[in-house]
């Protein structure tokens, strides 16, 4: 995996009231940019590699939808709920990564 990291600062600071003014500190906070790009690589290398699509689901008695589905391919728009986005990412890299689906138990 490659990471690239930008990173800037400036920072100016005076105790002293400048005509009567205090000085703005949030102005002068540094700020920084961190950019990730994930490589096509597969996620599961080996755990149950004969199933088409890796897909456990949990039967929970307190949530408030009847089913939540949760991320575990990294790659989704919505993380941590899942978006599909394991989809194209098996496509691309032959994995077979599904999401955590997470069940209302009926009562």
């Given at each position: ?6 990173s800037s ?9 400048i005509?009567g003014?205090?000085?703005n500190?949030?102005?002068a906070?540094p700020r920084?940019?961190?950019?990730v790009?994930?490589e096509a690589?597969a996620i599961n290398?080996?755990?149950?590699k004969?199933?088409e ?5 949990v ?8 089913l939540t ?5 990294w790659r ?14 098996n ?17």
């Amino acid at each position: 995996m490659s990471m690239a990291s930008v990173s800037s600062a400036s920072f100016c600071y005076s105790k002293s009231r400048i005509g009567g003014v205090k000085p703005n500190i949030a102005a002068a906070r540094p700020r920084s940019l961190v950019a990730v790009r994930a490589e096509a690589q597969a996620i599961n290398p080996e755990i149950r590699k004969t199933e088409e699509k890796v897909v456990d689901s949990v039967m929970v008695a307190e949530l408030s939808k009847p089913l939540t589905a949760y991320c575990r391919c990294w790659r989704s728009g919505t993380f941590p709920l899942c978006d599909g986005s394991h989809v194209k990412h098996n496509k691309a890299t032959g994995d077979n990564v599904g999401p955590l689906l997470l069940k209302k138990q009926k009562e």
